[in-house]
């Protein structure tokens, strides 16, 4: 999941626990699922009008602008790497990861996060900047890469309700309205709701009806949620909303927790291990996500450049938690900061099943970790060749600040995990 600008997303305070799926957090306020939203005809669009939807996005990938068109140099893969760059990351902002150290070869789309709804039709304090968009997007286009708004984050879903349901003409012109500045695409996502499920895909409908018809030929994304095998949703709005979109990309992050009835796991695991206790997988949720008839070619999975703290007793994927808590995730425990004050290599392992590596720590450290579960190169590499191997549209990034290494002497060694995206998923 994404988090707030305020601070890192707990995953339980969104209801995300054991007993949802996620998608709690993704258009709606409970982990029932629901069917398609109501209202649809044709294509599964509603416009805010109340018309009938529009047609289908133009599949620009790429390399391409919104209208299709290939650019010079355009990369020869049709894979997506979209790597999100979070607001708080500009040093204007605080930040420590300037729009001039990102390794673009490593993506082919850029996020801006976040642009959050104030559920008027507009936008809230802490929003992306005019200044730094500007400078993120022009950094984007020179590097022949596309630059996408992200509308939304942690605990959005009553924004964008409020915003749907008194202001949806003013909420779409002011969406439009970063189109023009630049962007070359929306990213919606829509996390938490007050309302039912069914409530808040009968609105996004709309919404993504409305941008379609506005705009037909925009990147239009949405974020969705991994699925919790022990309670699984009716994912078939997703294969009814699919036409308009050109990607439905899945949070496969923060895909663990120390919940009632788990064990512990790994925080982005490639392989579930069919254990009900540790009921997670992105091949799993991806699988569901298929058996919906949601296209393969416009599914994307997710990579954390980020880890999970947990405390003793735990040391290692799937043991009894014994009272153990996940202390700290995105933000604290991003990559960065797990390679210079965690990382040992007599502390590394790496789980050859469910393709991801962890370390197992005494304590004694600044968290008080024992079991630290994360990404690596290696385990980036794996996730990269499956979702070729499958199909898939490609991979979404949270976030790439912390990937970002500092004292690299170059780009490329400042940004290893992007060098990794190139390598496995762009070449």
């Known amino acids: 999941m994404h988090r707030c600008v305020c601070a890192p ?6 209801g995300c626990g054991p007993s949802s799926a996620g998608n709690a957090c993704v258009g709606g306020s409970d982990a029932g699922g629901s069917d398609a939203a109501g209202g649809q005809t044709g294509d599964g669009a509603v416009h805010v009008d109340g018309s009938s939807g529009g047609g289908p996005s133009p599949e620009a990938g790429p390399g391409s602008d919104s209208g299709g068109n290939v650019d010079a140099g355009a990369p020869s893969s049709s894979l997506w ?10 040093p204007a902002n605080g930040g420590s990861y300037p729009v001039s150290a990102i390794d673009w070869d490593g993506l082919t789309h850029v996020a801006a996060a976040f642009y959050l709804p104030d559920g008027k039709g507009a936008w809230a304090t802490g929003s992306f900047d005019t200044a730094s968009a500007t400078e993120l997007i022009t950094a984007a286009h020179a590097h022949g890469k596309k630059a996408i708004a992200s509308i939304g984050g942690a605990g959005s ?6 915003a749907m349901q008194s202001a949806p003409s003013t909420f779409v012109t002011n969406l439009e309205a970063l189109i023009t500045l630049g962007y070359d695409g929306l990213d919606i996502d829509w996390e938490g709701g007050s309302l039912s499920v069914t409530d808040d895909q009968t609105m996004q409908t709309q919404l993504i009806g409305a941008l379609r018809t506005a705009s037909p030929g925009i990147l239009l994304t949405l974020t969705a949620a991994y699925e919790n095998e022990n309670s699984l949703d009716d994912l078939s709005w997703y294969a009814a909303v699919a036409p308009q979109l050109d990607r439905i990309n899945l949070m496969t992050y923060g895909m663990s927790g120390a919940w009632q009835g788990w064990e512990s796991w790994h925080s982005s695991p490639l392989h579930w291990n069919s254990n009900s206790s540790t009921p997670t997988g992105i091949d799993s949720s991806v699988s569901n996500y298929l058996a919906a008839h949601v296209p393969a070619a416009k599914l994307g999975i997710g990579s954390g450049f980020y880890g999970e703290c947990y405390t003793s007793p735990v040391t290692a994927p799937a043991q009894a938690l014994g009272g153990s808590q996940v202390k700290v995730s995105d933000g604290t425990m991003s990559y960065t900061n797990i390679m210079g004050s965690y990382y040992a290599a007599s502390a590394y392992h790496y789980d050859s099943n469910a393709m991801v590596p962890y370390l197992t720590l005494s304590g004694s450290n600044a968290q008080g970790c024992t079991f630290v579960t994360y990404e690596d190169a290696m385990s980036l590499a794996a996730k990269n060749a499956w979702v070729k191997a499958q ?21 490329q060694a400042q940004n290893p995990l992007l060098e990794v995206m190139k390598s496995s998923l762009l070449q």
């Open 9 to 14: 997303l707990v995953l339980v305070a969104l």
């Open 81 to 90: 790497a979209m790597g999100y760059y979070a607001s708080w990351d500009d």
């Open 157 to 162: 879903g009553p924004a964008f309700e409020g």
């Open 391 to 411: 199909g898939l549209g490609g991979v979404i990034i949270w976030t790439i600040s912390e990937g970002y290494i500092p004292s690299g002497a170059t780009v």
